[in-house]
């Protein structure tokens, strides 16, 4: 017998396939995982996603960034990365911006992840 151990909430388990490889806790990260995917990989993940968005904000808003259970941490993480990928989908069309320097020269800077993670 095998035993699945959910990454996410019970109710977020079609979204399960991405929790293990789609969350990050930086925006650097999630920028370079990003730009290492392919277009059928970053529409997949936005048609997965986008549809659930709704829910994955309600279901977060109930938790403090002070406080956050990890499963909902990480529901959070797969938010983030949609806001990651959905410029790649609808408006460059490519995994990275065309016509543009390589994304390894940019740098990018943002604040630490504020997100404290509850482990129970």
Known sequence: MT???SMLPLEFADLERFAADWTFPSERERNQFRVQRSMTELEDFYQTILPRMDALCEYIDQFSLDGMPRPAARLLQLGLM????VPAVEVYRAPDVPNSIAYDRLR??????PVRILDN
């Not at 949609?82 to 990928?85: D, Q, R």
């Not at 990018?108 to 992840?113: G, R, T």
């Open 82 to 85: 949609l806001m990651e990928v």
């Open 3 to 5: 035993v699945t151990l």
């Open 108 to 113: 990018i800077i943002s604040p630490n992840d």
